[in-house]
């Protein structure tokens, strides 16, 4: 659970083999009600972090597809994506 009680889950997560900055790319269930696709667990150099989905503009930048509008649920979510990829919950 996270933020206002949104039941939130990882649908789907594949890890990535071998020595590349993106470990894993996770898919992410909403309240059994919307599939998020396309996060990245990325290795930065700050550490492990988990990256929204994002898409090439016209400017050829590149922009995140999902936005949390609450730090509190941004944190929760990469908190739980964290997790499970390192092993530490199911």
Known sequence: M???NINVRIARMHKVDGNNRVKAFVDMNIADLVVV?????????????VAMPQQKGK???????????SRDVRFA?????LDVYQGKDS
């Open 2 to 4: 996270t933020g206002n």
């Open 37 to 49: 696709k396309g996060l990245r667990v990325v290795d930065g150099p700050k550490g492990l972090f």
């Open 59 to 69: 400017d050829k930048k590149w922009y995140d597809t999902i936005r949390c509008l």
């Open 77 to 81: 979510i990469s908190q739980q994506i």
